[in-house]
Structures are given as structure tokens and as C-alpha cells.
């Protein structure tokens, strides 16, 4: 009998880790789900709306850039994995097909994978510095100025001949979001460690 009860404490013991990773994974999975579909919502009503507005390519990255790289970075440096940014790049993906936001630009569908895995390899390569707020800045500064960069190239490519006399303002645009996104990550790295001093400091703890 107590052999029994021992062996099946043992197995409960194995099985638990097993099912916290698992539990973990899926957390994080729902997560960078979330965050790419605000992303998609945020470029939807933003992004369309400036664009309209001012039809240059890239424009309504300057209204985007900030909301959607702090929902992103909360993201990263919640979850602090690699590939993160990535799944949740797919996320936004699926969620603008789903929309019906692709359009007549079928590089939208690649421009937010590659944004946001320049922001995951940018955490991971920055791993080393001992200041988090710079690696958040970074990090967040990578993920933006690669996405409008994306965006950018994509268009010189396929639309050169409606976009000639505009590369002073392209690169106005790839420094603003440069500088969002460092702004972006800052915020998140702030109010992170913020957080963790007001439970470090909890008598209740």
C-alpha cells in the first residue's frame, strides 16, 4: 500500500514540471496571440486613417509605431523568449487577412514577421547588457525602424515610380519610428521594474 502511494507521489512529482511548461507555453502562445491582434487593430484604424490623409508610404507608421511597440515589448519582456515577437507577428498576419486589410500590397503580409523577428534577434543579441532599460530601448528601436525599413523597400521595389523625390522623408520615418520604438521600450522597462520593486516591498509578501 505504501509502496503504491509512493510511486504514484513520484509520478505526480515527474508529470508536474512537465505540466507547468506546458501550461507556461500555451500562456505564452495566448499572449503573443493578443498582442498580434492588437497590433493588426491598431495598424487598421491608425495606420489606414493617416494614410489616407497623407498617402506616402509609410505614413501611418508615425500614429502606430508607439502603441503598437509597447503592447510588443510588454510581450517580449514578460515572456523574455525568443520568437515571441515572431508569433505574434503571424497573429497580426492572420488577424489583417482576416480583415480583409492586404489590399493591393500583398508585402503587408511579410512586413510585420520581419519587423518583429528583427525585435526578437535584437533582445536576444543584447542579452549580455546589464542595463535592462537600454535593451528594451534597443530592442524596441530595432523592432520599429526594421518594420517601416521592410515597408519601405518593399514599396522602392514595386512602386519606385510613385514614390520618386521622397527619400528625405523615408528616412524621416525610419528615424521616428526608431526613436518611438526606443521610446516604447523604455516605458515597458520602466513600469516593469517598477512593478517589481512594489512587490519586492510588499509587507504582505
Not at 509520478?11 to 498580434?36: D, E, F, M, S, W
Not at 486613417?49 to 508615425?62: E, K, Q, Y
Not at 523568449?81 to 497580426?92: K, S
Not at 520618386?164 to 518611438?180: D, K, Q, Y
Amino acid at each position: 500500500m505504501m509502496r503504491t502511494q509512493t510511486l504514484t507521489s513520484w509520478r505526480l512529482a515527474a508529470l508536474n514540471p512537465t505540466n507547468k511548461t506546458r501550461a507556461l507555453a500555451a500562456q505564452h502562445l495566448l499572449l503573443a496571440i493578443v498582442a498580434g491582434l492588437a497590433s493588426a487593430v491598431i495598424n487598421q484604424l491608425g495606420g489606414r486613417v493617416l494614410h489616407a490623409v497623407w498617402p506616402i508610404a509609410a505614413s501611418g507608421s508615425l500614429v502606430t509605431a508607439l502603441p503598437r511597440a509597447i503592447i510588443l515589448m510588454a510581450l517580449l519582456v514578460r515572456v523574455n523568449r525568443f520568437g515571441v515577437l515572431t508569433a505574434a507577428g503571424l497573429a497580426e498576419v492572420a488577424a489583417k487577412v482576416a480583415m480583409g486589410g492586404i489590399g493591393p500590397m500583398p508585402w503587408a503580409l511579410t512586413v510585420p514577421i520581419l519587423g518583429n523577428l528583427a525585435g526578437d534577434l535584437a533582445w536576444t543579441g543584447l542579452g549580455s547588457l546589464r542595463s535592462q532599460h537600454l535593451r528594451a530601448s534597443l530592442a524596441g528601436g530595432c523592432l520599429c525602424a526594421a518594420r517601416v525599413l521592410a515597408a519601405l523597400l518593399f514599396w522602392a521595389v514595386f512602386l519606385a515610380a510613385t514614390q520618386r523625390g521622397l527619400a528625405p522623408v523615408h528616412w524621416l520615418f525610419i528615424g521616428a519610428n526608431m526613436v518611438l520604438g526606443a521610446t516604447a521600450g523604455a516605458i515597458v522597462s520602466r513600469a516593469t521594474s517598477g512593478k517589481k520593486r512594489e512587490l519586492k516591498n510588499d509587507p504582505s509578501e
